[in-house]
Each structure stands twice: as structure tokens, then as C-alpha cells.
């Protein structure tokens, strides 16, 4: 299912699930109709649903008790009838802990509310070494919940690798191997706790907040890279819990020997890690001719992907960190992404494809706590 709520619920659908399934998925849908920002009176909803409006009364109104509406006003006037009443998310009663936890140097936290806008901020400092232990994961959360204004919902942890099933299947940057995320941490706290892979959570921030569509293929380009794929608004996540390893796709055969044992993967010739190596040593003119091999390289692993998936308009680009390294705001510049762009349209162009556009994601430092807390949001509708 996806835990974005898209999947309608009809009356005549719900007649076939039990009252308790009909009441989760129809405040799941009415839910996703008003996130982020939208107001709809009553019978608005009602005539978007197909709902009834005694469902929608009745789911609405626990809705409203719970905390995750409210009331903001009358809705315009539409004729001689009374004007029903607007609702929208409600951003002043409930929160969200959000942990991310792809930082070389130190744990991020933030508390937020259910439009997953960050209100206030905490940070744990690692100490040397990759490996990052649940108790200091625990040790940030009981921080940040000393500093939250009201009653907490859920608790989301961002991962780098595989994760699956609360668990860190596979992370070389945070040194775990089947690392139990999830269960310590509900236990300690007696809250829902969601997991997700940081790529898949930063792209729901590009989903809602941002440029993205319902079908888009993202893009995260750090000491690593990776991606996430959103197919009619649902993450495609994988057998194994490892699509979109992007980075591991082979470009060169004989190229530079990738720890996941080929040659010349994407991650090996791209990350920030190897482009700083490349460009360390590189003149002006260098640095253009290496970033535009390298918007080469992406635009050639971005090809498979986004013609077997019809990805038409959906391809998004974000590269936050790498700005850190060279302390240039435009390292990941025109030069990269036109080269990218180019490649991408000769591979791809058709008759029957529509062009699809690199963009550079502008939704800032905070994009995998706000999806992180996204994903909470959505997990805790559908209790």
C-alpha cells in the first residue's frame, strides 16, 4: 500500500471492508486531500471522496478530537445555501521527532509539526569512527523531546543503505549490518517509529514541498550516491529493500574498483568523494571538462532507468553536501547539469517520449527531516 494515501475509498468499496479498515483509509484519503495546505469545507471533501456526509462527518469529527485537523473559517459563498466551514491540517497541536542520520560528523534532530516544518533543532557530535550505536540515536531523541511544545505522534529515523523492516540491513557509511533500528527505540519510548532510507525520505520533501510530480526518479549525490523512484505516488522500494542503488550501476568496466566488488560504478566517478579527488589537483579549465564528464556519467545511468519507466518530466537532481566540500555554491553548476541534460536526450529522445528535465532540487538543508517526518505523518493515519 502506499503510505502516501492516494488509493480512494468509496462507500460502495467500503461495504466490503471491515468498519475499521473503511474508517482508516477514508481519514487517510481526506487527510491527503488537505496536505499540505489545501481547505476544503465538509461537503467538498465529499464531492472529492465520493464519501457520504455522514462518513465524512464522522470521520472528520474524530479527526478534528485527535489533533490532526481543524476549523479555519467559513468557505466562500457559493449561492443562497449556508456557507459550510474550512478545514485544513491542524500545525499546533501535534509533533513529529525527526532523526537523520546521513551527517559524516554528527546525529540532526528536529521537532516538527504535521506540515513536517521544522521547530526547533538538536545535534549529538560523533566521535571518531563510522559506527553509530542506538543509544545515541536514543540519546538525541530524549533530547528533542524535552524541547517539543506538544504531544508526540511518532518518531522517524532517516538511514543511509538498505533498510527494511525498521532494520539497517546495509549501511558502510554508518558501519551496521542487520542493526535493529525501530524496536529498541518504540520500546524506550512507547511511540510509532518509522525508518526509512534517506533518499526515499528527502524525495518526499521534493514530492510536497518542492518541484516533484507523482512520478519521479531523485537523485542524492553525497560521499555517495543514491535514489529513490516515485511511481503514482507510491516509493518503489524493492524485493531486497535496495532499489535505486543508482550508484552501483557500472559505467566503466575498467574503471576504478567500487567496495561492492566491480569496476567503475556511478559512485566511484561522481560522488562527492571522487570529484573532490578530481578536482583537488585541476586547473579552471580542468575543473569544467571534469564536471562535464562527470554530468556525462549521470545522464547515462539516468537513461535506463528513465526510459523503462516512461519517467517523462520526472527526474530531479540534488547535491546539498558537495557544496560543502569546495565551497562553491555552484560545483554542481550549469556545466554538470547541461552536460547530463544533453546525454540524457540523446539516449532517451523518441517519438513517443516526452522530454525529460534534469532540475537541481532547491529545498534546502532540512529536506530529509521534513520527509522523514512525511513519512510518521503518513504511518500514524494509518493506525
Not at 457520504?52 to 457559493?78: I, K, N, Y
Not at 529493500?241 to 567500487?258: F, Q, R, T, V, Y
Amino acid at each position: 500500500m502506499s503510505y502516501l494515501g492516494l488509493n480512494t475509498t468509496t462507500d460502495d468499496h467500503a461495504a466490503k471492508a471491515s468498519p475499521a479498515d473503511v474508517r482508516r483509509k477514508n481519514r487517510h484519503l481526506i487527510f491527503r486531500l488537505l496536505f499540505p495546505t489545501n481547505q476544503y469545507s465538509r461537503a467538498e471533501l465529499g464531492r472529492r471522496t465520493g464519501l457520504s456526509r455522514v462518513a465524512v462527518s464522522d470521520v472528520v469529527g474524530q479527526m478534528l478530537e485527535e489533533g490532526l485537523l481543524r476549523e479555519t473559517g467559513q468557505a466562500p459563498s457559493g449561492g443562497k445555501g449556508k456557507r459550510g466551514t474550512l478545514l485544513s491540517i491542524d500545525i499546533d497541536r501535534l509533533r513529529i521527532i525527526s532523526i537523520d542520520l546521513t551527517q559524516e560528523h554528527l546525529l540532526h534532530g528536529a521537532v516538527t509539526n504535521l506540515l513536517a516544518q521544522p521547530l526547533r533543532h538538536a545535534e549529538v557530535t560523533l566521535n571518531t569512527g563510522s559506527f553509530v550505536s542506538v543509544d545515541v540515536i536514543i540519546e538525541l531523541i530524549e533530547k528533542m523531546l524535552g524541547m517539543s511544545d506538544g504531544e508526540v505522534i511518532g518518531i522517524g529515523v532517516s538511514s543511509p543503505g538498505v533498510v527494511d523492516n525498521g532494520a539497517g540491513r546495509s549501511s558502510t557509511m554508518r558501519g551496521w549490518n542487520n542493526l535493529d533500528l525501530s524496536t529498541p527505540i518504540a520500546e524506550h519510548f512507547g511511540l510509532e517509529v518509522n525508518v526509512s532510507n534517506d533518499v526515499t525520505a528527502a524525495m518526499l520533501t521534493e514530492r510536497f514541498f518542492g518541484q516533484g510530480g507523482p512520478n519521479m526518479l531523485f537523485v542524492r549525490i553525497e560521499r555517495g550516491i543514491g535514489s529513490a523512484i516515485l511511481l503514482s505516488d507510491t516509493p518503489v522500494i524493492g524485493e531486497l529493500h535496495a532499489a535505486g542503488e543508482i550508484g552501483h550501476i557500472s559505467i566503466d568496466l575498467d574503471g576504478p574498483l567500487c567496495p561492492c566488488g566491480k569496476r567503475g560504478c556511478l559512485e566511484t566517478m561522481i560522488s562527492g568523494t571522487a570529484l573532490k579527488k578530481q578536482l583537488s589537483a585541476a586547473d579552471v579549465e580542468q575543473h569544467q571538462n571534469i564536471l562535464a564528464r562527470a554530468g556525462r556519467y549521470l545522464g547515462q545511468a539516468l537513461s535506463m532507468p528513465v526510459g523503462l519507466l516512461d519517467m517523462a518530466g520526472g527526474s530531479v537532481f540534488w547535491a546539498p553536501h558537495i557544496y560543502r566540500f569546495y565551497g562553491q555554491p555552484n560545483i554542481i553548476n550549469e556545466t554538470f547539469i547541461d552536460a547530463a541534460q544533453q546525454y540524457l536526450d540523446a539516449a532517451t529522445s523518441s517519438s513517443f517520449h516526452k522530454h525529460t528535465v534534469i532540475r537541481r532540487c532547491e529545498c534546502g538543508p532540512d529536506i530529509t527531516v521534513q520527509g522523514e517526518a512525511i513519512a510518521v505523518v503518513f504511518q500514524h493515519l494509518a493506525k
